[in-house]
């Protein structure tokens, strides 16, 4: 069992899902700094739609790439997530 804090202590950010302990003073400006890889998505679609513009899209295309990085990194070494810290609903990591 995690030894981190009580699932009724965590709060969630009213725009999204995000939860967060209450108690810790950075809490909310994390939950909300979690979100800025969405709003840079979006920028990057509203951009691109309006300005057509080569160098935006290749700045989407490496974003993009970056993920598929990160994720094929996340399957291949499975390393286990640091004691204490609090998993999402079901347990998935």
């Known amino acids: 069992m995690p030894s981190g804090p009580p699932p009724d202590a965590l709060a969630s950010v009213s725009l999204t899902h995000v939860q967060y302990n209450a108690d810790d003073p950075l809490g909310l400006p994390m939950a909300?700094?979690?979100l800025v890889?969405?709003?840079?998505l979006v920028s990057y679609g509203t951009l691109i739609a309006f300005r057509r513009d080569l160098a935006t899209i290749i700045l989407l295309l490496g974003q993009l790439v970056n993920e598929v990085v990160n994720y094929i990194a996340k399957k291949t070494f499975k390393e286990s997530r640091p004691t204490g810290a609090v998993l999402g609903v079901g347990g998935a990591v």
């Open 37 to 40: 890889p969405i709003a840079i």
């Open 32 to 34: 909300y700094a979690s």
